[in-house]
């Protein structure tokens, strides 16, 4: 297990001012996932260039928000499972829940430098989970409240750091519960003194087959559509009968929640994903595109996972910092224009998805 020495100082406080971005009402929000490792799981023979710690990524702007990946057991009879790679493997005595002090601290690094972490739960291919009942997501989420959040428990596998939301990224199994599991949640979080962030990351495929009903009754503040690993990806913008955002912008639309908002979810590098990825100068026009057809519910962009980062860094850092720059807060007129993309950066890195062995999730 790979730890970490970073701690808050009163100069990470002064940082924090410069780097703190996230805003649910604003439209240029970047958000990403980490502790799958999926460039490591392609390249097992070069663990020097594997996914770094957690507050490795919080150190400058590129990022916003951090999903930690994932919660893979929703196994009511006994503790939740954590799953995240290399990172941390020691469990509790006498459970298989994971203790994670490093994180934890981690954690609290990345929150005193303005970013916002969030627990992902489920994940695709290798997990099995699900919650078949309301009465299952009540209950799932009190022990999430206590493990994660606001609560208290005996086994908090991040100690006392406090998570700044959960996220839903169902895959498979169940998934009657997670209305449920969700309006539980939202009276914890009442009267919270911080805000809490409920998002999901649903396939791009309308509607998605294991969250289509949580979607349209639930409260939602961040949806991470993934378009990617999808005949609707966002190589298909042109294509009527293979992409469809609109239908994704009446769901948000209609949320319960009227700040409800839509993310563009995007590989963060050609071998991240099985299809969907696109060099730059391609990414933004398309980005520009969606931008201004639906501004008022455009929140931002999603990227799978934060090791692409480290391994295709000058792609992901051009892409944040165009979104940031173009992208604002509020509504914008539809006749608003962005600049054209300037760059024509492409990746070099090709690594097939199917490469990638099952002890590292590909999302």
Same mark, same amino acid.
Request: with cysteine; proline share 5%; charged share 15%.
């Given at each position: 297990?790979?730890?970490?020495?970073?701690?808050?100082?009163?100069?990470?406080?002064?940082?924090?001012?410069?780097?703190?971005?996230?805003?649910?009402?604003?439209?240029?929000?970047?958000?990403?996932?980490?502790?799958?490792?999926?460039?490591?799981?392609?390249?097992?023979?070069?663990?020097?260039?594997?996914?770094?710690?957690?507050?490795?990524?919080?150190?400058?702007?590129?990022?916003?928000?951090?999903?930690?990946?994932?919660?893979? =057991?929703?196994?009511?009879?006994?503790?939740?499972?954590? @799953?995240?790679?290399?990172?941390?493997?020691?469990?509790?005595?006498?459970?298989?829940?994971?203790?994670?002090?490093?994180?934890?601290?981690?954690?609290?690094?990345?929150?005193?430098?303005?970013?916002?972490?969030?627990?992902?739960?489920?994940?695709?291919?290798?997990?099995? $989970?699900?919650?078949?009942?309301?009465?299952?997501?009540?209950?799932?989420? !009190?022990?999430?409240? =206590?493990?994660?959040?606001?609560?208290?428990?005996?086994?908090?596998?991040? !100690?006392?750091?406090?998570?700044?939301?959960?996220?839903?990224?169902?895959?498979?199994?169940?998934?009657?519960?997670?209305?449920?599991?969700?309006?539980?949640?939202?009276?914890?979080? /009442?009267?919270?003194?911080?805000?809490?962030?409920?998002? +999901?990351?649903?396939?791009?495929?309308?509607?998605?087959? *294991?969250?289509?009903?949580?979607?349209?009754?639930?409260?939602? !503040?961040?949806?991470?559509? /993934?378009?990617?690993? *999808?005949?609707?990806?966002?190589?298909?913008?042109?294509?009527?009968?293979?992409? !469809?955002?609109?239908?994704?912008?009446?769901?948000?639309? +209609?949320?319960? @929640?009227? =700040?409800?908002?839509?993310?563009?979810?995007?590989?963060?590098?050609?071998?991240?994903?099985?299809?969907?990825?696109?060099?730059?100068?391609?990414?933004?026009?398309?980005?520009?595109?969606?931008?201004?057809?639906?501004?008022?519910?455009?929140?931002?962009?999603?990227?799978?996972?934060?090791?692409?980062?480290?391994? =295709?860094?000058? $792609?992901? /850092?051009?892409?944040?910092?165009?979104?940031?720059?173009?992208?604002?807060?509020?509504?914008?007129?539809?006749?608003?224009?962005?600049?054209?993309?300037?760059?024509? $950066?492409?990746?070099?890195?090709?690594?097939?998805?199917?490469?990638?062995?099952?002890? $590292?999730?590909?999302?």
């Amino acid at each position: 297990m790979r730890s970490s020495s970073f701690i808050a100082t009163a100069a990470s406080c002064l940082l924090a001012t410069a780097l703190a971005a996230y805003d649910s009402l604003c439209s240029n929000n970047v958000v990403t996932y980490w502790g799958q490792n999926s460039w490591g799981g392609g390249h097992l023979d070069q663990p020097d260039n594997w996914e770094k710690p957690l507050a490795v990524y919080c150190q400058d702007s590129t990022f916003d928000v951090i999903n930690i990946s994932f919660l893979t =057991n929703f196994n009511l009879t006994g503790l939740p499972v954590l @799953n995240h790679a290399f990172h941390c493997e020691t469990v509790y005595n006498g459970t298989n829940t994971l203790h994670c002090p490093d994180i934890g601290a981690d954690i609290k690094t990345c929150q005193a430098n303005g970013k916002k972490v969030v627990l992902s739960l489920g994940g695709g291919n290798i997990y099995t $989970y699900g919650l078949s009942s309301s009465a299952d997501g009540q209950k799932f989420a !009190d022990t999430v409240w =206590n493990m994660f959040l606001g609560g208290k428990h005996q086994y908090r596998p991040y !100690d006392d750091a406090v998570l700044d939301g959960i996220d839903l990224d169902i895959e498979s199994g169940e998934h009657t519960g997670y209305a449920a599991f969700i309006n539980q949640l939202r009276t914890y979080f /009442q009267g919270a003194s911080k805000q809490y962030i409920i998002s +999901a990351a649903p396939q791009c495929v309308f509607p998605d087959a *294991n969250l289509g009903s949580t979607l349209s009754s639930a409260w939602i !503040d961040n949806n991470y559509v /993934q378009f990617y690993n *999808n005949p609707c990806n966002l190589a298909n913008i042109d294509n009527k009968w293979n992409f !469809d955002y609109q239908s994704w912008d009446t769901l948000t639309k +209609a949320n319960p @929640n009227p =700040n409800s908002k839509m993310y563009v979810g995007l590989p963060a590098g050609s071998g991240a994903a099985g299809n969907g990825f696109l060099d730059l100068s391609t990414v933004q026009a398309d980005l520009a595109k969606l931008y201004n057809s639906y501004p008022s519910t455009f929140g931002g962009i999603m990227l799978w996972d934060a090791s692409w980062y480290s391994n =295709n860094k000058e $792609y992901v /850092q051009r892409l944040s910092s165009w979104v940031k720059s173009n992208m604002k807060c509020g509504s914008i007129s539809p006749s608003t224009t962005i600049p054209e993309p300037t760059s024509s $950066y492409t990746t070099v890195a090709t690594v097939p998805a199917s490469s990638q062995p099952p002890s $590292y999730t590909v999302y």
